[in-house]
């Protein structure tokens, strides 16, 4: 009797058995749009994102992205949040220094942005690279080189950099002086690297400094 009941369960399951899972993207990331480029897909690391299977439909949550939703995807190709990314650049290039010079990088991506030379957006301009000879992605901002760009959102004070990100977002905190500021750098961080001074940044006119970061504009 045990024995028949146990296969009638089985036999009702099977019947009733949820719809097959859909596997997890093999790539989650987003597109940029260079303007001297084509558009180069920019993989978001793992332990920014959480995906989650329901049905045949695949669901990502990521730190600086709206949320995705899609069926079975290979790619999961998110949007990003500008004003989470303007305050992961800021973040990266001045955490530590005056709210003047973490709102002076900003009001630079928005310069950018304006500039016909760059990138239109403020993600393709934070996120901007040009091809090498070798095919390598050459970036414009070093954090995103070096990855610190993704680590912004762990830090217990990034809401502060989100409040500020909305402030310049809304054309608040910029400075009248940085008006045609398209770029910045660290003199000594740069010049030991660069002892003879070779790289273009020493060769743009300077436009002023603020706290370590000389800001200057292109010709």
């Not at 329901?54 to 939703?69: D, K, L």
């Amino acid at each position: 009797m045990s024995f028949l009941l146990v296969f009638v369960l089985i036999l009702v399951s099977g019947c009733f058995s949820s719809t097959p899972q859909a596997p997890p993207p093999a790539k989650v990331g987003f597109w940029v749009q260079n303007k001297q480029d084509n558009a180069v897909f920019v993989e978001v690391p793992e332990f920014m994102y959480q995906t989650r299977s329901e049905g045949g439909t695949v669901q990502v949550s990521a730190a600086g992205f709206f949320p995705y939703q899609a069926k079975g995807e290979e790619i999961a190709v998110l949007t990003p949040d500008p004003q989470f990314w303007l305050a992961a650049i800021m973040w990266s290039e001045a955490r530590g220094q005056s709210l003047e010079g973490q709102a002076a990088v900003g009001q630079v991506v928005l310069n950018r942005t304006r500039d016909p030379r760059f990138n239109d957006t403020i993600v393709d301009v934070i996120f901007e690279s040009s091809r090498s000879n070798s095919g390598r992605s050459i970036y414009q901002f070093s954090p995103v080189i070096d990855g610190q760009i993704y680590l912004a959102f762990l830090d217990p004070n990034f809401g502060s950099f989100l409040d500020l990100a909305e402030k310049i977002l809304a054309g608040e905190l910029l400075n009248p002086a940085l008006q045609s500021a398209l770029g910045f750098f660290n003199p000594e961080k740069v010049q030991a690297y660069d002892p003879y001074k070779k790289n273009w940044v020493w060769k743009q006119p300077v436009i002023g400094q603020i706290d370590s970061h000389v800001f200057f504009t292109v010709p």
